[in-house]
Structures are given as structure tokens and as C-alpha cells.
């Protein structure tokens, strides 16, 4: 499921205002999301947000649901990948946020908190690392860390003040929508 290389993002019209903001510290971390997630939106629209709302993925909220422990959240995952034959990119977020939230034993909330803070840390981990060093940005690899820390911190924050979707097609439709808005909206 993961990769071992990261692609930067495209040159393309709705990339270019993260390539201007990413990791300069005269932006605030909050500018800087909301940069990546209007890039992210301009260039997918309606298929980003049917990326996170695959079939498998209401399956996965009634999962993270139940409070699974961590090997079982894993067991689940692919079981339920395997029945639904899913695949794709926030698909694989969705492993991540659910092992984290069978950790945190946190339920829903912490299943989707997490699972748009993956989708913000790979977008930053595209273009930041290199940014790192180069004049008027980051300056060495911890500011870089700290910096995709405080883009996921305020992801999770955006997901979280949509409130918590029921585990069911319409409202997880809903709930990813209100995400995407709020953090294309960042303040």
C-alpha cells in the first residue's frame, strides 16, 4: 500500500500557489493548507471527493465504530477491501487513520480526523522536502516536520469541527464535503 517515493505535485495552475507558500515561515501553517487543499480540490473537483466517499469507506467508518483493536482494525481493513475489490489513494489514508484510531481507541471522531490528516501530510510531503534549506523557506528537516505537524494538527481540527458523520452513504457524503470546504476556507 505505501511507496517508497513521493511524486511532486504537478506544475499546473492550481499547484502553483502552494509552490509560492509552502514552507516559507512568513506563512502561516494555515495559509499554507488551505493552499494545498484549494490545489487539491482545483485540480480533482468532484473526484476528490468521491475518492474519499469509495463504498469501502462507510464500511471502514462502522469499523473504526466499534473500537477494534489494532490487529483487528488491520484484519478488518483488508477484509473489507478484499469484499468491496477497492482500491485508491484515500483508501490507503484510511488504513493508516484506522490503526490509529484503534490505538487511540477513539471511535469515528478519530478515524476521520486522522484519515484527512494522512491526506494533508501527503500532500505537504510532495513538494515540502524540496523546499528544506532553500532561501525564505524551512530551514532544516525538524522545521519541516514541525511544519507538516501543524498542517495535520489543523486538519484534524477542520474534521473534527464538522461534527462526527453517521457510519451511512448520505451523511459521510455530507461530512466529506463540509471537510474539503473548511479546509479549502482555512482561516
Not at 528537516?141 to 514541525?146: F, L, N, P
Request: hydrophobic share 40%; glycine share 6%; aromatic share 6%.
Amino acid at each position: 500500500m505505501g511507496t517508497s517515493r513521493n511524486d511532486r505535485s504537478p506544475n499546473t495552475p492550481p499547484w502553483r500557489p502552494v509552490a509560492s507558500v509552502l514552507g516559507r515561515p512568513e506563512i502561516t501553517p494555515d495559509r499554507q493548507s488551505q493552499e494545498i487543499w484549494r490545489a487539491a480540490f482545483g485540480e480533482r473537483r468532484e473526484h476528490l471527493i468521491a475518492d474519499f466517499c469509495r463504498p469501502a469507506m462507510v464500511d471502514l467508518l462502522k469499523v473504526a465504530a466499534s473500537n477494534p483493536t489494532p490487529a483487528m482494525a488491520i484484519e478488518t481493513f483488508d477484509h473489507v477491501i478484499s469484499k468491496r475489490a477497492d482500491a485508491g489513494l484515500a483508501l490507503n489514508f484510511a488504513r493508516r487513520a484506522l490503526i490509529r484510531s484503534a490505538v487511540a481507541q477513539g471511535g469515528i471522531p478519530s478515524f476521520v480526523s486522522e484519515l484527512f490528516a494522512e491526506a494533508s501530510g501527503y500532500y505537504v510531503s510532495r513538494d515540502l522536502p524540496s523546499y528544506v534549506g532553500s532561501e525564505g523557506r524551512v530551514a532544516n528537516i525538524s522545521g519541516s516536520i514541525e511544519l507538516k505537524s501543524d498542517i495535520k494538527n489543523l486538519t484534524q481540527i477542520a474534521a473534527r469541527a464538522a461534527g462526527v458523520p453517521r457510519p451511512d452513504k448520505k451523511s459521510w457524503e455530507r461530512y466529506v464535503s463540509r471537510v474539503v470546504d473548511h479546509l479549502r476556507a482555512a482561516k
